[in-house]
Structure formats: structure tokens, C-alpha cells
């Protein structure tokens, strides 16, 4: 790892005007940022150690709708282990729970969690083409390793796929993310704060370099009885998804009322699928009803050499989770 | 690993302690600085302390808590919690299996919870009490986890069983050990190249069943 300057700010302020200088990067738990440096992929000047920030609460607020708020700095292995998330949010308690292992939960923030980079072996091999990590270089995936790779959303730069659990859960939940730069406070719809990669796959969100994430807002719904997340991986704990649902329904009387569904380990980003809520509304939560939308969920899905296994599994993924959110499983 | 671009500075001065800390490191470095530069720096070091020879050679001075006995330390940025135990501790009970994250055999316990130290600035746990391998027995009386470890034979080589003892006492400690399945799912962190799953699960599976204190 080369050497780098740490400072440990108390302010917000200072930790925005530290930013603003090129080669800074913030560290929270590290799980992931000395993982990468480590491995040579990123190779900051500067560490900027958010720690000392007051950014670990989890709280409720009133308003016009009620929202849960959740400090940057929150643990994952805290958030998932709350009681008012495990009553209130269970989705987001079993995505966070559903992701790592209880070593790196007790490390990983929020923040962290968000902006964690992929996995994809061509990003993470300094010796080989990438265009996340050298724009420009090529996307070695593209020909090459590409089991884990996406089926939505893709370019012909890059066709990595976001490795979050947790942001799955958000998606689906229509979170917000509240963040602050130079130019003050602003709030992000989580739809538009991870980006597809279009030409610029170096970019995986739209955070401004001298912004840090303060808080994951949170509304507040009628899905906590009917909400499920199914990840399929590779061994039964302790890998990243294959593909993964976050599925949430909101059912009176054996109908659906409205439903919130988002995948990972589909696209560089957490995929929600707006055309499937849309024709699951109004129909009975019923093993038909969810076994007639696996076709219209994969619509526009494109495969490579190695992952076509994933047009398989994830409409299948998707009807198991939908059953195990309406509980009919 | 990489060893270019030396620079490093001490944590930045909004922390009350900042000041004395800075002290501390620039008298703490000076010696090593002096005994790796060239003649005119060591001269311009001694005169009055050139702050660019400190910015070249500067540690960061932690005070961390380790199984109990408190550590005043002078660290490079990048040193891991790992590293800085086994390396300059000589506290070779925790083991380096991937340094990665993806093992479990580094496992410590920080400020109570169980964290991976390869993947931890040793930096970052300034002001933090850390429990290892070493600081689980009492005296000569083993922890009930480890006796457990032993009569359940947890463990065929060994490699993994420190990262697994000290993950397992934290599994019991967080309310995780309730079931086989419960115990399977928040160990899975530890990987045993081994297999001793089975025997560790029961080892688990005694201490929570037996209640004592862990
Ligand atoms: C072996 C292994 C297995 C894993 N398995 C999974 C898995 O199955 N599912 C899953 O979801 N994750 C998994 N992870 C990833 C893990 O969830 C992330 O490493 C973690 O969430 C990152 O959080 P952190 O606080 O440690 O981030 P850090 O490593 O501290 O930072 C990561 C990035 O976020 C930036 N950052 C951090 N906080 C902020 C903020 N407040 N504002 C702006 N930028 C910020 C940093 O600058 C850095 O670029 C795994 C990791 C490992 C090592
Ligand atoms: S050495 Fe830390 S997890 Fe493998
Ligand atoms: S006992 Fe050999 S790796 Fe676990």
C-alpha cells in the first residue's frame, strides 16, 4: 500500500474543505477503501477520517410523511440489529443482514455501503483493461470473466455490477440521500444516486467530489408485513449476490395494493422494475399472479458467454421472493 | 505491498490532544529521521526541526488499549491493526490468512466487537481497547470458548481457530448462537480450510447451552 497523510477532522466543514483537494478520499470503516488500496486499484494522498463526525444515529421524524434517518456513520450491523428498522423496515434489516460477514457488519457504514465499489476481477487487476478504473483502457469483462457481470443496463465500456445488498433494500424502499458539499445541503433520490455507465463507467454515482454522504432518509410505508429479500449466491453465506430481489407489497385482502421491487447483481446499479409494480397492482397475491410477470420483468435483458444462466435465475429469483413476501411460499 | 510517495502527517488540529500529539511525534520521529536521512537534513533537524523532513518521516502516534494494557505507539498511516500486532507487538496469536477480508483469521475484538484487523488502520483504533487471541484466557484458566475448542476438537492444523475463537465468543456475546443454523450463518465469516465446522458449531453450541459467562 503506498503512503498516504491521515487527518481526523471534527467538522463537517473541514472534512469538505479537505475534499476539495484532488487525491483526498474519506474513510469510514475502511472495509472496503483498504481492500482496494491494498490491491493498488485506488491510491489516495490523502485519508480523510470521518469517524468524528456525529453521524451514527437512527431516529424517526414527523413531518408530512414520517421518514426514519440514518447517520452515514451507522453501522450496518447496527442498523440491522435496530428494533425500530427490524419492525418498521425489515426488508433493509435482512438485506444489511444478508451482506459480508458479522466481522465486516461491525465495520462497514452506511455511507461505506453505498458508495462501495465493484467487484468485478477486471476492475480489481491493476494488470488488466478496465474502464472503471482506467478510462479508456477498455472493459476486459465484455469478452472475458463475465459470470457475475449485468444483464440490464449495460455498455459497451463497462458491464459491472453493483455489489451492494443494502442498496437493494433502499432502492426498493425509495430512499433518499441527503449530502453536503461546498454548495450546501442537497437531497438525492436514490434512483438517481447510482448511475449506469453509460460512456463514463469511472463514474459509479452522482456524488460531487467535495460532498460526503450525512444521512439515508428513509420513508415510512405499509410494506413491513410483505416485504422479502432473497439473495442466491454462490455458497449460502459470505459471497456476493448472483442476483438478489428486494421485494415489497402492500396486500389488503389477499390483493395488491402497490408493490416495490428492486434487484442486484443485474446492473451497475440497484434495478427497479416500475413496468412489474405497475401490472402487479390491483392483482390477487397469488403464486399465477406472480408466476405471469417473470416474462415482462425480463424484458430488454441482454446476456454475455457466461452469465445467460442469470435470465434464468432472475425471473425465478424474483416470483420466489414475491411469494415469500405475500407469504405463500 | 507498494512502498513509494513517503509522506504522512499527524491527524489534523481540531482534536484538543492534536497539539501535545504533534509533540510527541516530532521528538518520536526526529530520531528515526535522523538516523535515515543525509547529512544536510540531519543538520537543518537539529538546528530547529525542519517540518519538511517531519512530513517526509512523520508516524502518527496512537494510544490504543491492547487485552488490557495500555499502548503508546508510533504508527505509518498504512500499518493494519494486523500488522501492527503481530509485526511490532509480537502478538502472533491472530493470524494473516488472506488479508483481504475474506477469512475471518485476523479476527480481533474492538472496543468489544468483532472486527477483521487486515482490513483496519491500526490508526483508526487510536483511543480504542483491543482484545486478541492472547488477552481471551484468564491467567493460566482458560476461556470457557477455547476449553470448548479443545474438548469438541474445533480445529484439525489451527491456522483458523484464533479468528474462530475470538468470532465465537463474540457470536455467543451478540445473542447469535441460539440454533446450529443461527451459529452456521454468523460464523460464516471464518473460513476453515480444514472443515472442522461440525466440532466448531458444537463447541458454540456448549458454551451458550452451559450459560457461563463468556
Ligand atoms: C470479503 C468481503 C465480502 C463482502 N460481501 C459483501 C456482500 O455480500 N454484500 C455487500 O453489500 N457488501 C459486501 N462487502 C462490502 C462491504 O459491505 C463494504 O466494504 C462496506 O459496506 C463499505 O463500508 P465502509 O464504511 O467500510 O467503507 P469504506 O471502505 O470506509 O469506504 C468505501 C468508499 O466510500 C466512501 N465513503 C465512505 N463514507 C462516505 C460518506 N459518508 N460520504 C461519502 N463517501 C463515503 C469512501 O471514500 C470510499 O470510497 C464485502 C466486503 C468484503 C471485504
Ligand atoms: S486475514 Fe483478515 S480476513 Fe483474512
Ligand atoms: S483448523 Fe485448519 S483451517 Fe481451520
Request: proline fraction near 4%; hydrophobic fraction near 40%; include cysteine.
Amino acid at each position: 500500500m503506498k503512503q498516504f497523510q491521515y487527518v481526523r477532522p471534527t467538522s463537517q466543514q473541514s472534512v469538505i474543505d479537505a475534499l476539495t483537494k484532488p487525491g483526498t478520499k474519506i474513510i469510514a470503516g475502511g472495509s472496503n477503501l483498504v481492500d482496494l488500496m491494498k490491491h493498488g486499484v485506488m491510491s489516495p494522498d490523502k485519508l480523510v477520517d470521518i469517524n468524528k463526525l456525529p453521524l451514527r444515529d437512527i431516529s424517526s421524524i414527523m413531518g408530512n410523511v414520517r421518514t426514519i434517518a440514518i447517520g452515514a456513520l451507522a453501522l450496518n450491523s447496527q442498523v440491522a440489529e435496530h428494533a425500530m428498522i427490524k419492525e418498521r423496515l425489515p426488508l433493509l434489516s435482512q438485506a444489511l443482514n444478508a451482506g459480508a460477514s458479522a466481522q465486516l457488519r461491525n465495520m462497514a457504514t452506511v455511507g461505506g455501503n453505498l458508495m462501495q465499489r465493484t467487484r468485478c476481477p477486471y476492475f480489481y487487476d491493476t494488470a488488466l483493461p478496465c474502464n472503471k478504473r482506467n478510462p479508456g483502457s477498455g472493459c476486459g469483462a465484455l469478452e472475458g470473466f463475465n459470470r457475475m457481470h449485468a444483464i440490464f443496463g449495460q455498455s459497451e465500456k463497462c458491464i459491472a455490477v453493483h455489489p451492494s445488498d443494502m442498496a437493494v433494500a433502499l432502492a426498493a424502499l425509495d430512499a433518499t440521500v441527503e449530502v453536503v458539499g461546498k454548495k450546501g445541503r442537497r437531497y438525492i433520490a436514490f434512483k438517481d444516486f447510482h448511475r449506469l455507465p453509460g460512456d463514463h463507467p469511472e463514474l459509479d454515482n452522482t456524488l460531487a467530489k467535495d460532498e460526503l454522504i450525512t444521512n439515508v432518509i428513509v420513508p415510512e410505508n405499509n410494506f413491513a408485513k410483505n416485504s422479502y429479500y432473497l439473495k442466491v449466491r454462490d455458497r449460502a453465506s459470505y459471497a456476493f449476490a448472483l442476483v438478489s430481489a428486494a421485494v415489497a407489497l402492500d396486500i389488503d385482502n389477499g390483493r395488491i395494493q402497490d408493490a416495490r421491487i428492486a434487484m442486484g447483481g443485474v446492473a451497475h446499479k440497484p434495478w427497479r422494475f416500475y413496468e412489474v409494480e405497475k401490472a402487479l397492482k390491483g392483482k390477487p397475491a397469488s403464486t399465477e399472479t406472480f408466476e405471469q410477470i417473470g416474462e415482462l420483468a425480463m424484458q430488454g435483458a441482454k446476456a454475455y458467454k457466461e452469465n445467460a444462466f442469470k435470465l434464468k435465475l432472475t425471473p425465478a429469483t424474483l416470483v420466489e421472493a414475491l411469494k415469500h413476501a405475500a407469504r405463500i411460499a | 505491498m507498494k512502498k513509494n510517495k513517503p509522506c504522512g502527517n499527524a491527524p489534523e488540529g481540531n482534536e484538543p490532544e492534536d497539539n501535545s500529539r504533534r509533540n510527541f511525534l516530532k521528538q518520536s520521529s526526529l530520531l528515526t529521521a535522523i538516523a535515515l536521512i543525509p547529512g544536510v537534513a540531519v543538520k537543518a533537524a537539529e538546528g530547529h526541526f525542519d517540518e519538511k523532513v517531519a512530513a517526509v518521516f512523520e508516524k502518527v502516534p496512537v494510544s490504543i488499549e491492547i487485552n488490557g494494557k495500555a499502548h503508546k505507539l508510533s504508527v505509518e498511516p498504512r500499518t493494519t491493526l494486523l500488522d501492527l500486532l503481530r509485526e511490532q507487538l509480537d502478538l502472533t496469536g491472530t493470524k494473516k490468512g488472506c488479508d483481504y477480508g475474506q477469512c475471518g483469521a485476523c479476527t480481533v475484538h474492538v472496543n468489544g466487537k468483532r472486527v477483521n484487523s487486515c482490513l483496519t488502520l491500526a490508526v483508526m483504533t487510536h483511543g480504542k481497547k483491543v482484545t486478541t487471541i492472547e488477552g481471551l484466557a484468564n491467567g493460566d484458566q482458560l476461556h470457557p470458548m477455547q476449553e470448548a475448542f479443545i474438548k469438541h476438537d474445533g480445529f484439525q492444523c489451527g491456522y483458523c481457530t484464533p479468528g474462530q475463537i475470538m468470532s465465537a465468543v463474540a457470536c455467543v456475546r451478540e445473542g447469535h448462537a441460539n440454533s446450529e443454523a443461527e451459529i452456521r450463518e454468523y460464523m460464516s465469516g471464518n473460513i476453515c480450510r480444514c472443515g472442522a465446522y461440525p466440532n466448531i458449531v458444537n463447541a458454540i453450541m456448549e458454551v451458550k447451552e452451559g450459560g457461563q459467562q463468556v
